[in-house]
């Protein structure tokens, strides 16, 4: 049972349609409250700790069967999705501003996120065809550190530094 509750998230990989994106939308509101309690530092400690009893949670749920990420297992979506928000987590943390100021950065995170974790370019797609619980989890983070790629580039834009 603490398997299931860990892979689906709290239950949230039941939800349809398109149990991954759920499993993104819920990981803000959390990845918000991690940040509140106890900025970039807590946000990246809780990441590490959830990848690792998610892919705990991974293996134990397709052990013996067919399917290697069956469509209920939402945690590696959460894991991704944070890691998408760390340039906003840091930046909000190293210079005491509220985060959701960078509310442009929240969605470009959730929307590069949902991209790059639905296309699987490169390594997102190299990870995904491992076939295992560390594949399942691989993915949806390299999905979220070319997220935090893209938002970072992104502000770079918005705010001139490349431009300019």
Do not use: N
Request: charged letters at 10%; one cysteine or more; hydrophobic letters at 60%.
């Amino acid at each position: 049972m603490i398997a299931r509750i860990l892979g689906t998230a709290c239950f949230v990989g039941y939800m349809r349609p398109a149990p991954g994106t759920w499993g993104s939308l819920i990981a803000l509101p959390w990845g918000w409250a991690l940040h509140q309690l106890g900025g970039f530092p807590l946000l990246a400690a809780a990441t590490a700790i959830y990848f690792v009893a998610a892919w705990w949670a991974t293996a134990q749920m397709t052990s013996g069967g067919g399917d290697h990420d069956p469509s209920e297992i939402v945690a590696d979506e959460v894991v991704g999705q944070w890691i998408a928000l760390f340039p906003l987590s840091y930046a909000a943390w190293d210079r005491g501003l509220d985060i959701l100021v960078m509310w442009p950065g929240w969605i470009a995170a959730f929307v590069l996120f949902r991209l790059f974790d639905i296309w699987k370019p490169w390594l997102v797609g190299w990870a995904d065809r491992r076939g295992d619980a560390l594949g399942v989890m691989l993915d949806d983070v390299i999905a979220g550190v070319f997220a935090a790629i893209g938002v970072l580039a992104l502000a770079a834009l918005a705010h001139g530094i490349l431009i300019g």
